[in-house]
């Protein structure tokens, strides 16, 4: 299984970025997929997931309106939209898989088994 989160780099304020996330070793079927960011000095959070189940997607409150994530089974690639970027938007951005199961929530980084290595997203005048 293998992850390998793209696309990041420096935008200003308020603009855009979509951050690509492909995945191999398994399908949407078998693994959730999860967004997590980690910006210096914050613990990780958590910010959007498609489920493997019915392929519903969440977000963190935080980035709720701002950010949206999609799906491309033929391409074996997750996708993170950033819209209305903010400089407290400016972290390392990760992609994770993991398998869903009771009272494991979407946004909890502890269950997810696999993760790609990070994408520098910067948020800069």
């Known amino acids: 299984v293998q992850l390998q989160a793209s696309g990041g780099g420096l935008v200003q304020p308020g603009g855009s970025l979509r951050l690509s996330c492909a995945f191999s070793?398994?399908?949407?079927?078998?693994?959730?997929i999860g967004w997590f960011r980690q910006a210096p000095g914050k613990e990780r959070e958590g910010l959007s997931y498609?489920?493997?189940?019915?392929?519903?997607?969440k977000y963190a409150d935080s980035v709720l309106g701002r950010f949206t994530i999609s799906g491309d089974n033929a391409k074996s690639t997750v996708y993170l939209q950033l819209n209305r970027l903010k400089p407290e938007d400016t972290a390392v951005y990760y992609c994770?898989?993991?398998?869903?199961?009771?009272?494991?929530?979407?946004?909890?980084?502890?269950?997810?088994?696999?993760w790609g290595q990070g994408t520098q997203v910067t948020v800069s005048s």
């Open positions: 070793g398994f399908t949407s079927f078998d693994y959730a």
């Open positions: 498609i489920s493997s189940i019915d392929g519903r997607a």
């Open positions: 994770a898989a993991g398998s869903e199961g009771p009272g494991r929530l979407p946004h909890d980084g502890k269950w997810y088994d696999y």
